[in-house]
Structures are given as structure tokens and as C-alpha cells.
């Protein structure tokens, strides 16, 4: 890791080690050569752009997942995580993630919620910061609207 | 304080009248240089409004007592101003809307209707900020028109040969382009534009949301058939815009909006018109707006042009200079004839990124598209950050901008 200058020390609950290892080199930006469903994300105010790939297992249950994406560290980062979040889960597991994060990124934490998501919620808990940052919360969110979107069967993601 | 007689611009002085430069953000002493989304606003403007409301505030145009009569005299004063600011032939070519975008939606929709005919185009260039997309868009699939854009070159001018052979078929009834790129910062030639045009025919509205602010705007020397502008871009308050027109154009065109104000009688089988400019100022108008668009126009007026054309480029020169210096900084845009607004890319960190650690030095930049979808899709990027710079801005503010990129891009290193 390069030193990182204090200038910005302030900035490192949003910006924390594990979102810069990610959002600059995400480990699972790659679209997927076989797929069960894909959707796109678009936030046409900032120019963020995420595609969600998903595959399924016979039982249902999310099998991979790959995205493609423009944009901010934030949302690179969480795009990544989320791939990692969501591994092994059914749909509705991944809505009911989904809505815990939402959560969490717009408050800083889920109480009620951590209990049954954990561990799904503690590799997320790193973007848990976005929360002082209300413009930035859409950065953090907008892969997620996209995996549920594929998940619907939509092929945009609707909201935001 | 007297700044008029000095012929370098004293900016500790012209800082001086903006009582929000002097707040600090997240500790930091505020570095704004986001003046082209919305300028910061000197004390005689805000006392002209305040003032207003205390001492001489009622509607406009239609009471018959010494407060109303107080009010219309300077609510019309304020288009006296615009029509020196713009050098108009005439008072009645001036008419107010509530912001540029206002402004270009009355022109697409009343000479849109009224005036183009179906099979006739639009041209607007390839550099436009969405309110000069739209409005014609909207335009096209009611009435019937096509609408055409002029390509830009990869400096970020406008490419004339393209220019000219949109217009070489004669279809083109209205040329409607940027004075100024709201992400380039490219000025455009626009009384180069504007005879191009008149010789095949077309007529001309320029979008000098920017350039107003910039350089002195002279209508009648331009040709140019209608020009816009917003008032809280000029050191003035938002809600209040500018439509110029020529007289003979605006009479012919039809109303846009209908009510109060710009009628002449009204019964319920017909009604009829208000002459011009009035015709298109259906309902109150932002009364105390126009009041503090006319101390925004008196104030810069009384620095004047020259010294705030020197200044701008000065420190736009100084800009690019220490910018396009930086590792991985890219510029975007390099047209000869630019202003100040300058947008840039980072190798390491999206503009957002940027933006937000930019934010925590108490340095405010803008980030994303700039309401400018299509050009960014032409430049191949999905954002920018964007640095520009108004009256109050100072060579060491653009130092400080530098010098936190450098550790930005470290951060993200």
C-alpha cells in the first residue's frame, strides 16, 4: 500500500482499505460466459453504468455472479462485495440482503437485521460510511438494483 | 470601495462584497469553483432584494398605488438593464422567464408552433447542455420538425464544415446553439455562426447561459436573432431569465404561456394579445428576482468586461497550465478561443471520487455529466470533474485545486 497522505484521514470510514482494494481492483468485474439473467443499472445523473451477470444453481440458488461497470470506487467496491454478499443465496435472501443494505447505507447500521444476515452483512459493513455522504449512497446502491432487477427478470433496474 | 478605475481587477476587493466567501467548509476556507453551475452573490444584489421587500414590494403592472407604481418602475428598470447589457435596439425585446431553460422552452414551443413549418429542421450543435436538447426534441414530435446537430471536432469546437452542410439543404429554419460550453468552456464564433446561418436562411438563438457572464455580449453586433441567459449565473438570483428577441420575430410568434399580464382583453369567446415583451409574461413575474437581476447586471457592468475578461483568462491560462502539469490529469477540451471553465479526468479516481475528497478540503468542484449526455458520449467518457471560475476566483484557489490533486491521486494510487 502507498502512504496515504493524512490530508484525507477524515475521509477513511467512507474510503476504507477494503474499498480501495476493490474498487481498484475488483475481483469480479467479468462479464459471465453462460448466464441465467442479466439487467443493467444506469444513474444517468452522474454517468454510472453497472450490467449484472447471474447464473443459478439447479436449486436455485445463486451459483455466480459477474458484473461491468463505470464508475466511482464507491460503486465499483460495492459491485464487487455484493458478488461476494450474495453467493449461495436464493432471490428472496438476496431482496431481503438487499433491503438490509439499503438500510445500512442510508442509516450506518441494520440492528434488526444483522442477526440473520450476518455473515452477508459484515463483508459489507466497509461501505457502511456511505451513510454521511447522502449524495453517495446511490454510488453504493445502484449495483444492487441491477442484481434484483436480473433476479425480477427485468433487464433495467427501475428505481434511482 | 471603487473598482471601476483600476485596470487590473482588484480581486481582494471584489471578494470583499461576497459575504458567503468568507465561511469556512469542514474547517477549510471555502475554495468555490463551481460558479458555472451557479454563481456566489454580491452584497448589492442581496441588499437590492432585501431592500425591496422592505421598503417597496407589491405586484407589478396593475395596481394604481404608490407601491405597486414604486415596484414596476424597478421591476422595468431591470429591463432597461438587460437591454444594456445586451445592447438590444429596444426595451420591448427583452423579455423575462425564470431561467434559461425557460427561456429556450418559450422559443421551442412558440416559434416551434407558430413559425416553423413541418419539414423544417433545428440545428444545435454537438456541445449542447440539455436544456438546449430537449426543449427542440419536444418541439420535433409535436410539430413535425427535424432536428439536426453539428458536429464538434476532438479539440471541442464546433466543426463548421459540418455546420454548413447541415444547413446546405435550406431546411433549417433555426440554428439554436451554445454562445459558450458549460463543459468545454469553448466559446463558439458566433458571429461567425450567426452570418453562416442568416445566408442559408436560418434564423439564430445563442445560449449564453455562460458566456454573459464572461465577455460583453453584443446583440446587434452578433446579428444573432435571439439570445438567452439566466440570471443566477451572473451574480444575480435564480428564478429570473432572459429571453432577447428580435421585435419583429417576438411579435410574430405566438404566446406561449397564457394569463394574467399577457393579455390585452379577454371574454370568453376570445381573447387578445399584450404587445411585446409582455405577451409572453403570462402571471406575476419574479418581481424581486428582476430587482436583484438589475444590481447583479449594474454591479458587474460597473467592474466591467475588460477587467473581467482579463482576469478570467488570466487565471484560465494559469488553470491548464498547472493542471495539464499533474501525472494522469487529463484536460478535456482544447478549443483556441475557451473561458474559464475547465473539465478534467484523474487516471486513478472517478470525478465523484475526486469531487468528494475535493469537498473535504473545503474545495467544491462539480462532477458527473454536466446535463451534457450526448457530448460526453461523443468525448467517450462517462464523467468529468469540472473547475470554473468566476469574478472572485483567485490564482492561489487554482493552487490549492492543484496541489490537493496531486494528493488525491495519491490516495487512490
Known sequence: ?160 | MNVTTRPVLDVSAVRAQFPILTQTVRGKPLVFLDSAASAQKPRAVISAMVNAMETQYANVHRGLHWMSERTTEAYEAARDAVQGLLNAADRSEIVFTNSSTGSINLLAHSYGRGILKPGQAVLISGMEHHSNIVPWQMARDAHGIELRVANITDAGELDIADFEAKLADGKVGLVAMTHMSNVLGTYTPAERIVKIAHAHGARVMLDGSQAVVHRRVDVQALDCDFYVFTGHKLYGPNGIGVLYGKRELLEAMPPFLGGGDMISSVTYERSTWAEVPHKFEAGTPAIIEGIGLKAAIDWVQAIGFDSIAAHEARLTVHALARLSAIEGVRVIGHAQDRGGVVSFTLDQAHAHDIATLLDRQGIAVRAGQHCAEPLMRRLGLDSTARASFGIYTTSEEIDVLADTLVRVREFFA
Request: proline share 7%.
Open chain 1, 1 to 160: 500500500m502507498p502512504d496515504r497522505s493524512p490530508m484525507f484521514d477524515d475521509l477513511r470510514d467512507l474510503y476504507q482499505d477494503v474499498i480501495l482494494q476493490h474498487g481498484r481492483k475488483p475481483l469480479h468485474m467479468h462479464r459471465l460466459e453462460t448466464f441465467d439473467a442479466t439487467a443493467k443499472g444506469d444513474n444517468p445523473m452522474c454517468g454510472d453504468r453497472v450490467q449484472v451477470w447471474v447464473a443459478y444453481a439447479p436449486d436455485g440458488a445463486i451459483a455466480e455472479t459477474g458484473f461491468e461497470a463505470r464508475g466511482c470506487a464507491i460503486s465499483i467496491a460495492s459491485a464487487d462485495l455484493m458478488v461476494e454478499s450474495v453467493a449461495g443465496l436464493k432471490a428472496d435472501a438476496v431482496r431481503g440482503l438487499f433491503a438490509g443494505f439499503e438500510r445500512m447505507a442510508r442509516s450506518g447500521t441494520c440492528p434488526d437485521c444483522e442477526p440473520l444476515l450476518e455473515p452477508a452483512m459484515q463483508r459489507l459493513k466497509p461501505l457502511s460510511g456511505v451513510h454521511e455522504y447522502p449524495s453517495r449512497v446511490k454510488c453504493a446502491t445502484l449495483p444492487w438494483h441491477a442484481l434484483v432487477a436480473a433476479l425480477d427478470g427485468e433487464k433495467e433496474a427501475s428505481s434511482e
